[in-house]
């Protein structure tokens, strides 16, 4: 499920360029051209300037909100006698408040989103004495009436369901998979100690794989719960000789693609297996890295500083490499932003296979795009005060402005071309962009 994260701003205001001087005139006819704009400014001053149109969103100091689908949901703070905290939805674009419910679960609710024609709210439930766990309530979208309640985090999985998983890294856990109208479970499996990964594609979940340390993997159809692949990676039974990372950093799983990668040991190396037989592929020493991210064609390889390493992901092959880039990979290409000596960072549109700068994009903080395939909007402040807003095209690699909203100050969401931020005075406003 996709979940929005409502950052601040990081950004300071860039300068703005001082406008060209115009070129002087002389004699009366300049004198006349000014007598004319002198009165054609006193008509305009009279007739009131068009306001732009906000629909403004309520929001009380310390709650939550978020935007899933259509409806602007605010969870309201607890009372200070602890009292229940209170959902309230809104419909956009109008902002009418459609219901307001209680919420049976104390805790603090990070993301909510409408799947199957539920509206589903994840977040964690605090229980005195007891650390947090992840807890998935559904609700009904029109009337806010509760449906069921279940614990475990929830991913969306192709084919319909919802995924609600409550491993342990050191005990074990449950994998469930449920029926999103009812919480009605469609499979289960338990799972001993270890790391839970999994491959989403653009309807869902459709991989699911644990590992142990010790070195077995099993990987799992999402939608029905079989078991594709079952391997010891680190004593595999064709004899190979493989080495078992005992000593340095501990070996991460991730899935990328068709791909299933182990990545640690001493020195730092990677090793593709294919994911549903757990084949072996190829194996590279690396430099050094903390995760891998797909980069579109390319698998990138990035640790905490910054540096970069785009490998092929056919041969482990490595391509380029970069210093100082934290990339991201969207349907439209590939975006680095860069850091410079001032502490502020840059975005930059990258060539996947070669690593070559596109284009500049310049300062811009990134608003994630509530749906698949939106626009991907950049927001940056405005000398004065406000937003300036444009639209980054990771084609041409150019931000095209868009707007400027004078009463926006952070927090920012988007909603295809429509952009929900928080405004100085409180609350939300939900502004129209001009596309």
């Known amino acids: 499920m996709a979940i929005i994260d409502l950052g601040e701003l990081r950004h300071g205001a860039e300068p703005e360029e001082p406008l060209p001087r115009p070129p002087r005139a002389a004699g009366r006819p300049l004198r006349g051209a000014l007598v004319l704009l002198l009165l054609l400014a006193t008509l305009v001053s009279a007739t009131p300037l068009p306001r732009r149109e906000v629909v403004s969103l309520p929001a009380a100091l310390g709650s939550e909100a978020l935007i899933a689908g259509d409806l602007y949901l605010v969870v309201e703070p607890a009372g200070p006698d602890g009292s229940q905290r209170r959902l309230d939805a809104y419909r956009l674009p109008g902002g009418e408040r459609l219901w307001q419910v209680p919420l049976s679960v104390p805790g603090r609710y990070w993301g909510m989103s409408l799947r199957d024609g539920m509206l589903m709210i994840a977040g964690y439930e605090v229980t005195e004495g007891d650390p947090p766990g992840t807890v998935t309530i559904a609700l ?59 491959r989403s594609t653009e309807s869902g979940v459709d991989r699911l794989v644990h590992s142990t340390a010790g070195g077995r993997v099993v990987v799992r159809d999402a939608a029905t719960g079989v078991v594709l692949a079952d391997a010891d990676l680190w004593n595999p039974a064709d004899g190979r000789e493989v080495r078992a990372p005992t000593e340095g950093p501990e070996v991460g799983v991730q899935v990328i693609g068709d791909l299933l990668l182990t990545l640690g040991g001493q020195p730092m190396t990677v090793t593709a297996y294919g994911l549903d037989r757990l084949d072996r592929r190829w194996r590279t020493e690396l430099d050094g890295a903390a995760y891998a991210s797909e980069c579109g064609p390319v698998l990138c390889f990035q640790d905490r500083s910054g540096d970069l390493q785009a490998i092929d992901p056919a041969t482990g092959r490595r391509l380029w490499t970069g210093a100082g880039w934290i990339v991201w990979s969207t349907g439209a290409g590939l975006m680095a ?9 840059r975005l930059v549109v990258l060539d996947p296979v070669t690593g070559a700068v596109r284009g500049q994009l310049g300062r811009w903080e990134v608003v994630p795009p509530s749906v698949a395939g939106g626009p991907i909007i950049g927001i940056r402040p405005r000398p004065g ?22 009463d926006a100050s952070a927090s920012c969401q988007s909603i295809g071309y429509q952009l929900a ?6 609350g939300f406003g939900l502004w129209r962009l001009k596309p």
């Open 140 to 198: 009904d979208p029109a009337s806010g009436e509760f449906r069921w309640q279940q614990p475990g985090s929830p991913l969306p999985v192709s084919g319909g369901g919802l995924l609600l998983e409550t491993t342990d890294a050191e005990q074990g856990g449950t994998l469930r998979v449920v029926e999103s109208c009812c919480g009605r479970v469609r499979w289960r499996a338990d799972t001993p100690a270890g790391q839970f990964t999994f």
């Open 385 to 406: 005060g406000g937003l300036l807003v444009a639209e980054l095209d990771l084609v041409t690699g150019a931000a095209r402005p868009l707007d400027v909203l004078p």
């Open 421 to 426: 931020c928080r405004k100085p005075a409180g």
């Open 337 to 345: 932003a860069v850091g410079n000596d001032s502490g502020a960072d």
